[in-house]
């Protein structure tokens, strides 16, 4: 075990805080328990990669952040990453369909 310590010391593992709005708290203690447990894993991966090769980044003319949604089977979990201050904020966790993106501008007036 001598050889972990040196080990360690080449890691450079880039950790992101992750915050999470009340909005979508809320919306994830409806979840249903065994969604609810992989949208926390979700999350939880998240402070390790941000842009995971499953996330998509959100695109519209108005909007000026980094938006990423983030699919797990019909249901989606809708991110900022603030890279400068590695912060991830999660805004919404939403089924889809119905769910169509119409009310992100709402959301993100809500972070300000």
Known sequence: MAGLAGRQEGLAVSRYRVF????????????????????????????????????????SPDLNCDLWRLRLDRWRIVYIVVEKEKVVDIIAVRKRPPYRYEDLQDLLKKLK
């Open 20 to 59: 999470i709005t009340p909005d979508a708290w809320q919306e994830m203690r409806s979840l249903p328990g065994h969604v609810r447990q992989r949208v926390k894993k979700a999350i939880n991966a998240l402070a390790r990669d941000p842009q995971p090769t499953a996330a998509q980044r959100l695109r």
